[in-house]
């Protein structure tokens, strides 16, 4: 079966290309193309942002009460659920994400988002009257914010669109999808999917592309809301042209967490999460725990037990359930990656696993040993940049409070975790941490609650009612004159 497409999602339709630009998808394990699609144009870009901007102007969607609303986005979920495993395979193929982990977090957690939005928009106060402050009633409403443009990074397709379209459909929007060139095809199948759920015709529209059909989208003026996740050196410029223009933004960017191991922690517990949380998805997660902060009397022993957990780990074809590190999105990627490797060697971090060179066995395909790096000094650049690969640095602490200030030493602030026996100690690091969300002993992502960054990790929240409120707008309505 041919994975190739010949048209785009549009006012309900599969509509032909404006341009005869194809994108090649190639699959990151044998380097060869697995499908050809087109590539979207500006001259797409204005076919797909006319209809989202009919359909929210003149179209049913944004008349239709929430309840309705909510129907329709469960009978998605219904589908989709049926159809999880082909997406994970989709996202397998595309971008190389290891089989064990599409089937975990790449497919079933969008899954989860769907469910939980709908809970909180059954709750949600789409309309709700307050007594008001001088005497007199006011009704407050949360009216959609208009037409969105979503943009999702290729690392993790699924769970990143899914955190826009759902809630805006919820709100009441109507969406433009512009899915990264690496990972178009996970974005047909659900376009597909929503077709089948009976979305309106124009209420959901995708078209597949680089930056520059992003930023043709971006700067649109038939845009109200720009809901985006990718590097922070996209979300900047992103948001000076939001800003520009008075687009409602937000921007789920990068990261460079750190797990805090104090001197009480478990290390069998510890490195058994680290490996997961530091190098899940090929270390392509913008959550990485990808700088361990070890206590100075037991850094050696850190050291050991995360090198061997590291260097054990099995990497190889994505689409072997034993696979637990695939390859590489991309060349341009593999090479980034390796840079990394060699500058830490050059700044005179230890390798206790890993290195340079492709790992043993392996003769094709964008892959990297997963590599564990000791002796970091956090301003190293190493420990302060986002290297968005199977690497890790392991720094060295004096006490709590050195540990709390190396883990602020970011310009990011999207995530962390700390390891200990003793839960109050956990939470007194938690709460001195400057980031959007934090684990002890864990890092398991709740769509119930916010989801962002803080400093140069982001904008604004997911997940939860707050990453509802994201695609409305608050209007009071004073409903009579208060009492003089
Ligand atoms: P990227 O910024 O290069 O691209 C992301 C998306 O934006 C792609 O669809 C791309 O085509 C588009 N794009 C790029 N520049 C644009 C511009 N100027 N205007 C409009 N669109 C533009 O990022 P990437 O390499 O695809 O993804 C990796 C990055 O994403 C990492 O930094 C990672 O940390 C981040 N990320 C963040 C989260 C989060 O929730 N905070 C989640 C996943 C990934």
């Given at each position: 079966?041919?994975?190739?497409?010949?048209?785009?999602?549009?006012?309900?339709?599969?509509?032909?290309?404006?341009?005869?630009?194809?994108?090649?998808?190639?699959?990151?394990?044998?380097?060869?193309?697995?499908?050809?699609?087109?590539?979207?144009?500006?001259?797409?870009?204005?076919?797909?942002?006319?209809?989202?901007?009919?359909?929210?102007?003149?179209?049913?969607?944004?008349?239709?009460?929430?309840?309705?609303?909510?129907?329709?986005?469960?009978?998605?979920?219904?589908?989709?659920?049926?159809?999880?495993?082909?997406?994970?395979?989709?996202?397998?193929?595309?971008?190389?994400?290891?089989?064990?982990?599409?089937?975990?977090?790449?497919?079933?957690?969008?899954?989860?988002?769907?469910?939980?939005?709908?809970?909180?928009?059954?709750?949600?106060?789409?309309?709700?009257?307050?007594?008001?402050?001088l005497g007199a009633p006011v009704l407050v409403r949360h009216e959609p914010v208009g037409v969105v443009a979503a943009i999702p990074p290729w690392n993790v397709p699924q769970f990143t669109i899914m955190s826009k379209v759902v809630p805006a459909l919820l709100a009441g929007c109507t969406v433009v999808v512009k899915p990264a060139p690496e990972t178009p095809l996970d974005a047909y199948l659900m376009a597909e999917l929503l077709d089948e759920?009976?979305?309106?015709?124009?209420?959901?529209?995708?078209?597949?592309?680089?930056?520059?059909?992003?930023?043709?989208?971006v700067a649109h003026p038939g845009i109200d809301k720009v809901a985006f996740t990718g590097s922070t050196a996209a979300g900047?410029?992103?948001?000076?042209?939001?800003?520009?223009?008075?687009?409602?933004?937000?921007?789920?960017?990068?990261?460079?967490?750190?797990?805090?191991?104090?001197?009480?922690?478990?290390?069998?517990?510890t490195a058994e999460g680290v490996k997961f949380l530091g190098v899940m998805n090929s270390g392509q997660a913008c959550v990485a725990q990808t700088r361990i902060l070890a206590p100075r009397s037991r850094y050696e022993e850190v050291v050991e037990a995360i090198g061997s957990a590291i260097g054990s780990m099995v990497v190889g074809d994505p689409m072997d359930p034993a696979s637990e590190i695939g390859p590489m999105v991309a060349r341009r990627q593999q090479e980034r990656v390796q840079g990394y490797i060699e500058i830490g060697q050059a700044e005179g971090a230890r390798v206790v696993t890993g290195g340079t060179g492709m790992p043993?066995?392996?003769?094709?395909?964008?892959?990297?040993?997963p590599t564990v790096f000791a002796d970091?000094?956090?301003?190293?650049?190493?420990?302060?940049?986002?290297?968005?690969?199977?690497?890790?640095?392991i720094i060295g602490y004096d006490g709590v409070e050195d540990a709390v200030r190396i883990a602020n030493d970011s310009e990011y602030g999207l995530a962390g975790t700390v390891w200990t026996q003793d839960k109050e100690a956990g939470l007194a690091v938690a709460r001195q941490i400057r980031t959007g969300t934090y684990g002890i002993n864990t890092y398991t992502m709740d769509f119930a609650a916010p989801f962002g960054g803080f400093k140069a990790s982001g904008l604004g929240r997911e997940f939860g009612p707050e990453g509802l409120a994201q695609y409305t707008e608050a209007k009071s309505i004073y409903l009579e004159s208060p009492p003089m």
């Open positions: 079966m041919t994975l190739d497409r010949d048209s785009f999602y549009l006012d309900g339709g599969w509509a032909a290309p404006a341009s005869a630009q194809m994108l090649e998808v190639i699959s990151p394990h044998t380097e060869e193309v697995i499908a050809r699609v087109p590539e979207g144009t500006p001259a797409d870009i204005d076919a797909a942002v006319a209809a989202a901007r009919q359909a929210f102007d003149q179209g049913p969607w944004p008349r239709m009460s929430p309840a309705e609303r909510i129907d329709v986005v469960a009978a998605f979920s219904g589908l989709y659920a049926a159809r999880m495993g082909e997406m994970a395979d989709l996202i397998s193929a595309e971008m190389g994400s290891p089989t064990s982990f599409a089937n975990l977090a790449q497919v079933p957690a969008p899954w989860m988002q769907i469910e939980s939005f709908l809970a909180i928009a059954r709750e949600f106060p789409w309309e709700a009257e307050r007594p008001g402050a759920a009976g979305v309106p015709a124009g209420v959901v529209n995708f078209v597949a592309g680089g930056r520059e059909t992003g930023e043709h989208l900047r410029k992103i948001g000076a042209v939001c800003g520009e223009q008075l687009k409602r933004c937000s921007l789920e960017l990068g990261g460079k967490s750190a797990a805090i191991v104090l001197d009480d922690a478990d290390l069998a517990v043993a066995g392996l003769d094709r395909g964008w892959y990297v040993k970091v000094d956090n301003r190293m650049r190493i420990a302060q940049e986002e290297i968005f690969g199977p690497v890790l640095s």
